[in-house]
């Protein structure tokens, strides 16, 4: 696709279960990175893969949120267990590979509502 | 480890009037720095990007940012303000080193226009 594309775009689940989202990096990009927004809030970093490994995973909140990427390509969050302050969207965005100075490119979000 | 503050949450300007928003980073390396805008329920967009070519840097919708590194800051603003710029903006850092290249971001100014 043209652009990054996070799936679902709305997810509301019940305290207690796990959760997926999905991450689509542009075509060809090889740095991926997850961020949380909550309401009124910046974004927070949660983790930063450069093809398939996580060079940085210090933004994890707890060990109930984990992440992997397959192929080099599509990435997903796992959030076991949800309590609803993980109530929040979650963005993904992908930029080129090893390019510090080319920006991040996002997806437009999962609005995680856990009730 | 890179670090961006952010001064002033919101932020109200009158229409017409010159819109100054302040980013100041800390980094042990050279940095690149970006500012993003988040219109209301719309994902981030890059306004504009340092990348160590030229110190005033000019981006879209008529917005530009100075890096000094003496002051260590990177402020936007735009000579007169619009009523179509209403939106959050982030400042963000990103750094190489060794191989992670984790993109950090502001807390986010909250841009009110007074008509």
């Known amino acids: 696709g043209a652009g990054v594309s996070q799936s679902p775009s709305n997810k509301v689940t019940e305290k207690g279960k796990d959760v997926e989202l999905r991450c689509d990096p542009i075509?060809?990009?090889?740095?991926l990175y997850w961020y949380r927004q909550s309401l009124g809030q910046g974004l927070e970093f949660l983790i930063y893969?450069?093809?398939?490994?996580?060079?940085?995973k210090s933004g994890l909140p707890s060990d109930r949120f984990s992440a992997e990427r397959t192929g080099g390509s599509v990435s997903t969050l796992t959030i076991q267990r949800t309590q609803q302050e993980d109530s929040a969207v979650y963005l993904c965005?992908?930029?080129?590979?090893?390019?510090?100075?080319?920006?991040?490119?996002f997806g437009q979000g999962t609005r995680l509502t856990v009730v | 480890a890179q670090s961006v503050t952010q001064l002033g949450s919101h932020v109200s300007v009158s229409e017409g009037a010159l819109v100054l928003l302040r980013c100041n980073y800390s980094?042990?390396?050279?940095?690149?720095l970006f500012w993003y805008v988040q219109y209301p329920n719309q994902g981030l967009q890059l306004l504009l990007k340092?990348?160590?070519?030229?110190?005033l840097v000019k981006g879209i919708n008529g917005f530009e940012a100075e890096f000094k590194k003496s002051e260590t800051s990177f402020h936007l603003t735009k000579p007169s303000a619009h009523m179509s710029d209403a939106a959050e903006y982030f400042c963000?850092?990103?750094?190489?080193?060794?191989?992670?290249?984790?993109?950090?971001f502001g807390t986010g100014t909250r841009l009110t226009i007074i008509p």
């Open positions: 340092y990348t160590s070519a030229a110190t």
């Open positions: 980094s042990s390396v050279p940095p690149y």
């Open positions: 893969f450069q093809g398939n490994s996580a060079p940085d």
């Open positions: 963000a850092v990103r750094v190489s080193n060794f191989g992670n290249e984790k993109l950090t």
């Open positions: 965005a992908s930029s080129p590979r090893r390019l510090a100075g080319t920006e991040a490119f």
């Open positions: 075509s060809g990009h090889t740095a």
